[in-house]
């Protein structure tokens, strides 16, 4: 009998060729733009990230406008309202912080305004979809200061949202990288006694983190699409500062340099994991850590499923992610009643 190569036992995701098209050439981009001298080539990725308009006018029951915070900094949100909810009906806010690995993408590119406009339009929930400034031209802690910057500033200027949006019941949100801002925002905003925000609920999908350790997952799935050793590597050496390695507590949130969460008021959350995203065994770290530390967490997998998967409406499965979003914001909600 011949022997079976490494690589013939590791079963690979069944996904339609829409999608699968879509990958590569994401994957493809990334690639070509990420330089071996730690920088970005902008002038490609700026030319092929399609991006979309704010519109006052309602497309598909959502309308949008961006609201710039510190132009300095290119720090700015894109505000989506559903404009089916009856005016006088109080709505959650999710502030959402896009993927990317902290490198790449904005709330005006294509993918993420259309999918900040079904969380919109389908929990329903006033969406602020916030820009971040992007590595390696602003390294930690910059993304991190920006997402407390963004609360601090709904905190303060309530008035820059929708008269029915109601900050007393925020969210965040994020994928991937933004999920991992999300988590770090979320720390930040516990101890910064916040007046007028206060968050309810934290949704992670598919959480960026990491460590010096190779997982299981990361050598079992080694070459999957979007995410790889390679690719993750780079990330956390232009994202983290000079002499840092993966431990950074900013990487490995659960790990050697942890936050201590016992004495903080840390959001209930929702962890989404994906059998074929190599990062899963960091996600799932994340959703035991937080248990560990007393903290309300619960954990839907989807092993089926590659990292980002939700992106991609082409896909059952992102759908139903949107689904149970809503369903952990409105029991989150009731349970605030």
């Known amino acids: 009998m011949a022997a079976k190569s490494k690589f013939s036992e590791t079963p690979k995701p069944v996904l339609p060729w829409k999608t699968r098209i879509s990958i590569s050439f994401l994957s493809a981009l990334t690639d070509a ?53 009856a005016a006088n009906a109080s709505l959650p806010v999710v502030v959402f912080f896009h993927g990317g690995g902290f490198a790449f993408l904005s709330p005006d590119s294509f993918a993420y305004d259309a999918v900040c406009r079904r969380f919109c339009r389908r929990i329903p929930a006033v969406v602020v979809s916030v820009n971040y400034r992007l590595c390696p031209e602003h390294r930690y802690p910059s993304q991190y200061d920006d997402g407390e910057s963004i609360i601090k500033f709904l905190d303060e200027n309530r008035a820059a949202l929708p008269e029915n949006a109601d900050v007393s019941t925020c969210f965040l949100a994020g994928d991937s990288a933004g999920a991992n801002l999300a988590h770090h925002v979320a720390v930040r905003a516990c101890k910064s006694g916040l007046r007028e925000v206060r968050i309810v609920g934290l949704v992670s ?110 896909l059952p499965e992102s759908s139903q992610l949107i689904s149970q979003v809503k369903d952990f914001i409105t029991k989150r909600l009731a349970d605030l009643k």
């Open 205 to 314: 999908i598919q959480p960026f983190f990491g460590g010096e350790e190779r997982t299981a997952s990361e050598v079992r799935l080694e070459g999957s699409p979007l995410v790889s050793v390679a690719r993750t590597d780079w990330l956390w050496k232009v994202l983290l500062p000079d002499g840092s390695d993966r431990d950074h507590g900013a990487a490995n949130v659960s790990g050697p340099n942890a936050e201590d969460l016992s004495g903080l008021d840390y959001p209930d959350t929702l962890v989404f994991v994906g059998g074929f995203d190599p990062l899963q065994d960091w996600q799932r770290r994340y959703y035991e850590w937080l248990q560990k530390s007393g903290k309300k967490a619960q954990l839907i997998e989807y092993p089926k499923m590659i990292h980002a998967f939700y992106v991609f409406p082409d």
């Open 33 to 85: 733009a990420r330089r071996s001298n730690g920088t970005v080539n902008r002038r490609l990725m700026n030319f092929l990230d399609r991006k979309t308009q704010p519109n006052a006018t309602p497309v598909n029951g959502v309308s949008t406008k961006d609201v710039i915070v510190d132009a300095t900094r290119n720090l700015w949100f894109r505000v989506f309202t559903p404009t089916a909810a």
